[in-house]
DNA sequence: CCAAAAGTGTTGCTTGTACACCCATGT
DNA sequence: ACATGGGTGTACAAGCAACACTTTTGG
């Protein structure tokens, strides 16, 4: 011990643990044409060089996970602020075959109609509807799963829509929106009751005609959101 | 092999990215006299020595972060199955002033009757209710917060208790626990009927009458837990 | 006129909540 | 006998789900 005690303050406790690599993987999720999908890339590098990946990065040493997960999300959709939020951790050792690396995810939702086409394109990323996902790598294919439930759970008590759909919208996109989430069909009109009880949205003096004859009037999120409602939308499970 | 051949297996593209410090962090709930307590420490180490923090340790190489939890509620309680489960990362490059540490926080229910006091003293940890905590170090506060929401969320679909409570107790026992979880009252009548309706229970034929002249049936936990029975219990929020 | 989507209304069932009331028993 | 917690019943309100019905308009 009394050797050591130069060493000791230079050597302190921390470094007699093993350090990790650290990455982030985001679930990326869009809407359009009516269906729920997810952006994935060909990885990069080897091992499973060209296969199909979430969008991930590596943690820089002065950032934190959501730092670099939105870094991450800047740099290939070009979109500054989107929704971004903490799902799960990947940490079995030998999960990526290349070296130790801890992995944890996020989930993004991000408007299509607003993301940067140009370096999505650029980077060979492909949206895909959720219901026809390919082969993917590692573990990433149960990052999805419990991305995705993590998405239903959040659309089952919070309204969402506001960070998926266009500025304008009618109610029945917004069903179909819920319904590519949950797979499932809702009820018209139950469904148009139970969401404008919410009093969240504010109808528009415009209709969309492109989808029916009669024309749906175009609805839109309001501005003030008076404290954050959590009501239950769905009933889920 | 060829030397250059050795050298590109050994400099992969992940070894020009930085590593860092992983570490567990347990939020440990017991159920005790009425009250909801959490098991916290005095750190063992500088910086902060001495003061109050959840108990944690650092994720060996070969190892995955419950492998780490597991390994550090087995040294800290002498328990080998608890309830376990994955809270939240904490990644602020600041969070920790002795170096930079990414903490994964978990969740863990013990049965305080069972666990081993000895180990526990021997440590110097407490059991502290969840309504009076000490001042705790770093972000500590936050992930206890943020434990205690999931812990409320887990009770409010699930059927809690069975990792809580001893193995027999009576219908106002886990409304107690379920008070303490929520902090706010139930009523007595609608709480039963609603816990029984579930048929997850069995009534014993025996009775506490510690807590009443009247004396309170005890129940149990069913066996057989036909599938994962995931509905509401509580309506919350 | 008719098909098709938009939007409204009705009804019955389930669930939640408040609260009254009986039961058993130790003091 | 009565206070105390255990346990049951009732009555009303809210929410949900199924579905009938009206409105509008392009073909």
Redesign the pocket.
Known sequence: MSKSATIQKLTTIYDIHPKHHVAVDCSIFGYEQGELKLLLYPRSFEPAKGNWSLMGGFVKIDESMEEAARRVLLQTTGLHDLFLEQAAAFSQPDRDPGARVISMTFVALIRIDKHDKELVRESGAQWWPVTKLPKLIFDHQSMIENALSLLQQKASINLIGRELLPDRF???QLKNLYEAIFQRSF????F???I??LEMLERLNE???T???????YYQFKTVDFGIRSE?I??FP
């Open positions: 009618t109610l029945m009820d018209p009109g139950n148009r009751k139970k404008l009880s209709k969309n005609t989808e029916s004859k009669k024309g749906a009037f239950r769905i009933k």
